[in-house]
């Protein structure tokens, strides 16, 4: 895997260098609109610490960092309104996972039915 780059955008976003459409913020992730929507709710939930992907995340933030942006998660969900509905969470990870943004994050989409997941080649 490799290093964290502290010059990708979601970082530059937590250090207040670029702006971004911020809805939810607290001590562990922050939380703010995709910059190009691909739903009518497209948000996207990142933790403030440094994780290039899920598995970075899961191996090596504490139990504290963990919780902390899976309650952000509840609380993006409950400020959406879209439990009732329905919604996806996606984590692309890597090269094969298409990850363009090298700080994990993770994709809530919403707001109409999305079908199967994209699955061009088997
Ligand atoms: P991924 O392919 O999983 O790495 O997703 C990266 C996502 O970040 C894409 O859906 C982009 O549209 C989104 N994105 C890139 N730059 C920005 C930005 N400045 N503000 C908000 N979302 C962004």
């Known amino acids: 895997m490799a290093a964290y780059d502290s010059n990708n955008i979601f970082a530059k976003i937590l250090r207040g260098e670029i702006p971004c459409n911020k809805i939810y913020e607290d001590d562990f992730a922050i939380a703010f609109h995709d910059i190009t929507p691909k739903a009518p ?4 939930v990142i933790p403030k610490g440094s994780y290039v992907s899920i598995a ?3 191996r090596e933030a504490t139990a504290a960092e963990i919780a902390g942006l899976y309650k952000a998660v509840a609380k ?3 400020q ?3 439990e009732e ?3 996806r969470t996606i984590a692309n990870t890597g090269l094969n996972g298409g ?3 090298p700080h994990f994050h993770l994709h809530i989409l919403a707001g109409r039915v999305l079908g199967p997941m994209v699955m061009p080649k088997v």
């Open 41 to 44: 709710v497209h948000v996207l």
């Open 56 to 58: 970075d995340f899961s």
């Open 76 to 78: 993006v969900v409950e």
């Open 80 to 82: 959406l309104g879209i």
């Open 85 to 87: 509905g329905g919604f």
């Open 99 to 101: 990850q363009e943004v």
